[in-house]
Structures are given as C-alpha cells and as structure tokens.
C-alpha cells in the first residue's frame, strides 16, 4: 500500500519556516516526489474559519481551554480533510505548525485534559518527521516585526519576551525527549546553510521509512 510522508516545522516567531518550506517543496518537487504544502492553523477550509478568529484574539477573553480546543477542531478538520487523503495518495505532506505548536503555546490548560485532546483530534495521524527551528525569541521576533512591515502583530506574537524564551525550551524539550522523530535545526544561520541542513534530515529521513524511490504522482 502506497504511504506518503508527512514532516512538520516547529518553532518560535520569525525563525524562517516559510521559506524553508517553499524551498524543500521545490526540491522534493525537483527529485519527482508528489508534494502537499499546507499550515496550522488552517489548510483546510473550516480550519481557516476559525485561523482567523483566533489569530485576531476574538477567542482569548474566553480562556485557555477554549483556545485549545479551538485549535484542535482546526487540526481535525484539516488532517480529516486533508492531510490523511495526501498521505493515503503517497504525497510528502509539508506542514507550517502542528501538533508541538499546541503543546507548547497552550501550556495553561490542564495537561491531563491536553492529552485527551491530542489524542482524539490527532486520530492517529502523528508526523515521520518534525523539524524544529531554534532561534533566540529576540531575534525571531525582531525579523517576524520586519517581515509584518505596518500590519499588527497577532495574539501570540504579542506576548512577553519571557514567555517566548519559555516556548523555545519547551520546543527544545519536545525534541530531546522524542529524538526518533525530531531534528532541530539552527535557525539563526544564513538560510543557505539553514536549506543545507533541512535538506539533509529531509533526504536522510525518507528513505528509512519506505519512500526510497523517485514517486511521481503517478505512481512511478
Ligand atoms: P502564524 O502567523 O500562522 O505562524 P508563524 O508564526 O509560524 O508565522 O501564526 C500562528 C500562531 O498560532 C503562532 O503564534 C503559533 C500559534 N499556534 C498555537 O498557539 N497553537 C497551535 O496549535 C498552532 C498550530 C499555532
């Protein structure tokens, strides 16, 4: 049976995962592998309804746990929608965020409530691979201020510079606790050298699980 391979981009504001993104897609693209690019929150259209009220901070005054559960109705609705089809196809599935995104940003809600959570909205979808950027907050969110140019900064970014320094150890924590699946890269190098490394855990990854061969869409 036909199996994609469905890597994740974790990490703090501003650390690059976007043009990582773009770039890998052209890459696996380049080497004939069927590619699915898509984000967190949103990639599918009901989790882009709700991107967007909690983005604006609509949904804060209501609590942590209903941000949460929020987010994993999106994620729901995207894996359903989604990623499960892409990979079933035997796509490379490319996701902006996911499910250590919530883990780490959603750390005020009570942790035993946040893995039945996890566990029902994943419904057994969990990434090959997750690649984590690691930046310093101070400088991610100085690019991410750049790259927003006059627009206002969005309800997380918004937030202390303590609590992003947090963020980044737990992301940190996420990888040395789960190294079969995490890489962490070094996201404060020039992105050529970031590219360098991306495609190096990418192309070393794909083959272990089965997705040697050149895949077209196909089915070569
Ligand atoms: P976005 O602008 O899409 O992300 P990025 O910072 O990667 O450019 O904003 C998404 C924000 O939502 C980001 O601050 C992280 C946060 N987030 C959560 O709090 N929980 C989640 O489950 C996800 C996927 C994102």
């Given at each position: 049976m036909k199996r994609g391979f469905f890597i994740t981009f974790e990490g703090g504001e501003g650390a690059g995962k976007s043009t990582q993104i773009d770039r890998l897609a052209y890459k696996l693209r380049d080497n004939r592998y069927a590619v699915t690019v898509t984000r967190e929150p949103g990639g599918s259209a009901g989790a882009e309804a709700i991107r967007h009220v909690i983005l604006s901070g609509?949904?804060?005054?209501?609590g942590p746990t209903m941000e949460a559960l929020l987010f994993a109705a999106a994620r729901s609705d995207h894996i359903e929608q989604l990623i499960r089809p892409a990979l079933k196809r035997g796509k490379v599935v490319l996701c902006d965020r996911f499910v250590d995104s919530w883990r780490v940003y959603q750390d005020d809600v009570d942790p035993a409530l946040m893995l039945e959570i996890e566990r029902v909205s994943l419904n057994g979808v969990m990434p090959d691979l997750t690649l984590i950027f690691d930046l310093d907050p101070e400088e991610g969110l100085r690019r991410a201020a750049a790259r927003r140019g006059k627009d206002a900064a969005d309800r997380f970014e918004r937030e202390t510079l303590a609590i992003h320094r947090r963020r980044r150890k737990a992301f940190l924590d996420i990888a040395l606790k789960e190294p079969r699946r995490c890489v962490v890269i070094?996201?404060?190098?020039a992105p050529e050298v970031v590219e360098e490394a991306v495609t190096h855990a990418v192309f070393a990854a794909l083959p272990e699980r089965g997705l040697a061969g050149r895949h077209a869409e196909q089915g070569a």
């Amino acid at each position: 049976m036909k199996r994609g391979f469905f890597i994740t981009f974790e990490g703090g504001e501003g650390a690059g995962k976007s043009t990582q993104i773009d770039r890998l897609a052209y890459k696996l693209r380049d080497n004939r592998y069927a590619v699915t690019v898509t984000r967190e929150p949103g990639g599918s259209a009901g989790a882009e309804a709700i991107r967007h009220v909690i983005l604006s901070g609509a949904a804060e005054p209501f609590g942590p746990t209903m941000e949460a559960l929020l987010f994993a109705a999106a994620r729901s609705d995207h894996i359903e929608q989604l990623i499960r089809p892409a990979l079933k196809r035997g796509k490379v599935v490319l996701c902006d965020r996911f499910v250590d995104s919530w883990r780490v940003y959603q750390d005020d809600v009570d942790p035993a409530l946040m893995l039945e959570i996890e566990r029902v909205s994943l419904n057994g979808v969990m990434p090959d691979l997750t690649l984590i950027f690691d930046l310093d907050p101070e400088e991610g969110l100085r690019r991410a201020a750049a790259r927003r140019g006059k627009d206002a900064a969005d309800r997380f970014e918004r937030e202390t510079l303590a609590i992003h320094r947090r963020r980044r150890k737990a992301f940190l924590d996420i990888a040395l606790k789960e190294p079969r699946r995490c890489v962490v890269i070094d996201a404060s190098l020039a992105p050529e050298v970031v590219e360098e490394a991306v495609t190096h855990a990418v192309f070393a990854a794909l083959p272990e699980r089965g997705l040697a061969g050149r895949h077209a869409e196909q089915g070569a």
